[in-house]
């Protein structure tokens, strides 16, 4: 087996991963695989955070720059099956596959094998059956979204696979559609998909590891700090010509749109890209009237909201790596070291460094130096949430997913508010019972007397 091993970058937006990404592609004769579902698309180079044209000629990236905006919606599924058979033809030559990028959920379906997949071709072999089409499952859910209530969903589901059913509030409408969708897609109940993908070494969120051989480098900041560089990110996009660049795409997509007659939707494709949402009410404005008071205020509005927005984000893919990678006890996890890229001063010290000790330490089939996080975060992991049953506390007629929240809750003082109004409810009834059948007693005994 090659030692050669597939190598991810992860942290926060604004953290240095397209950076070190490149030295290390430059160190080690490796090539970079960009996971970062906005940058498949042609053009929006600044709001996208792209490498410009000279990184990109220091080493060769793939994944960037596939798809026209305005013709093409990119998905999960589609990305890894694009990416895949790269990292195997860059292991075939002896080439470090270097991912990178910050759609968290695109560096997942990389690194772990999904089984639904698996029943899927099974399935369509037994069956001699074509995939079941895209637009039929969006059939499913669309039907269910907009005829059907919570709880009849639910109901279904108790029908369906109680076993799952008993892991849901009956609220979670998402969870629900999606394991009904499991169901009639594939015809194994969610509830024994599960189970094979932890037969299979997976657990409650996919399949085993693909690669053995991986390891994660994560670039960690102060979050102060990164803010403050993030705030100086987006100043500096503008300065560069962001809003031109949104003003000129807006442009080219409403005309294409109106030539279709089709219209407007801001929820697909590079649409999902911070920074559209944002500029809108800016972009849709007249063009005398962005200059004038009204427009400029929208505009340092849309900058703000921006800032803001890229903070909330880089915040969520922390918690991400730390949620599905660092505290969960079920799933195969590979190596995770940390470095500190706080102070870019020390960049070569704290950064760059340690990450070519420990490349080099793996290509040699030794264990690197630095110990993995994941090694020292034992006491910090969780069971896994989806072999989490419901509860049902009659006294609050409320129900809580997972034995940490039931815990909390009957040791919470609502709970026991509660609990002593209804104990002190029924004395008094046993009381004013009691008294009934005294009465009842005193008045047989008048009647025989």
């Known amino acids: ?105 695109y560096i997942e379906s990389i690194l772990w094998e999904v089984l639904m997949d698996k029943i899927e071709i099974e399935k369509d072999d037994q069956l001699g059956e074509k995939n079941v089409s895209y637009s039929k499952k969006m059939k499913i859910e669309l039907d269910r979204s907009t005829t059907k209530s919570n709880e009849e969903l639910y109901e279904e589901l108790v029908q369906v696979d109680p076993e799952m059913a008993k892991r849901f509030h009956s609220n979670n409408r998402r969870k629900i559609i999606r394991s009904l969708e499991v169901f009639e897609q594939y015809g194994v109940k969610h509830s024994e998909l599960l189970k094979a993908q932890r037969t299979a070494g997976g657990s409650g ?21 990164l803010e403050e560089r993030l705030d100086s990110r987006v100043d500096a996009m503008v300065e560069t010509g962001l809003v031109q660049e949104l003003l000129d795409f807006h442009q080219r ?18 649409f999902q890209s911070i920074g559209f949402k944002e500029f809108h009410a800016y972009l ?40 599905r990678l660092l505290r969960r006890s079920d799933r195969q996890v590979p190596p995770i070291y940390t470095l500190d890229c706080t102070n870019l001063d020390q960049w070569n010290s704290c950064v760059y460094e340690p990450a070519v000790a420990i490349i080099e330490a793996v290509l040699r089939g030794e264990k690197p130096v630095q110990k993995p996080l994941n090694e020292t975060v034992e006491n910090e992991k969780f069971t896994d949430s989806s072999n989490e049953e419901r509860h049902y506390c009659r006294i609050c007629d409320r129900i809580f997913i997972g034995h940490h929240q039931w815990t909390i809750h009957m ?12 104990r002190k409810l029924e004395e008094l009834k046993k009381f004013e019972k009691l008294e009934n059948e005294e009465e009842l007693i005193e008045q047989m005994i008048e009647e025989s007397g």
């Open 205 to 225: 969120l996919g399949g085993p590891l693909r690669h053995e051989n991986s390891i994660l480098l994560w670039l960690q900041c102060d979050m102060k700090v």
């Open 284 to 323: 849709v404005l007249p063009e005398d009237e962005k200059q004038e008071k009204k427009g400029q205020e929208l505009l340092q509005k849309g900058i703000d909201d921006l800032k803001m927005v890229t903070k909330r984000y880089a915040r969520r893919q922390e918690r991400w790596i730390r949620n």
């Open 411 to 422: 040791g919470s003082t609502k709970h026991q508010r509660t609990l002593k109004k209804k």
């Open 1 to 105: 087996m090659s030692r050669v091993p597939v190598l991810t970058i992860l942290g926060s937006t604004g953290c240095g991963k397209s950076r070190l990404g490149i030295e290390l592609a430059r160190r080690f004769s490796g090539e970079i695989i960009s996971a970062d579902s906005m940058q498949v698309y042609k053009g929006l180079n600044i709001i996208t955070a792209k490498v410009t044209e000279e990184e990109k000629k220091m080493v060769p990236h793939h994944m960037l720059d596939i798809l026209d905006p305005l013709k093409h919606n990119y998905t999960v599924v589609q990305f890894r099956d694009m990416a895949i058979p790269i990292i195997n033809d860059l292991h075939a030559r002896q080439k470090l596959p270097i991912i990178v990028g910050g759609t968290n959920y």
């Open 253 to 270: 997509y409403n005309e294409q749109r109106i030539k279709s007659n089709t219209s407007a939707d801001y929820t697909k494709g590079i």
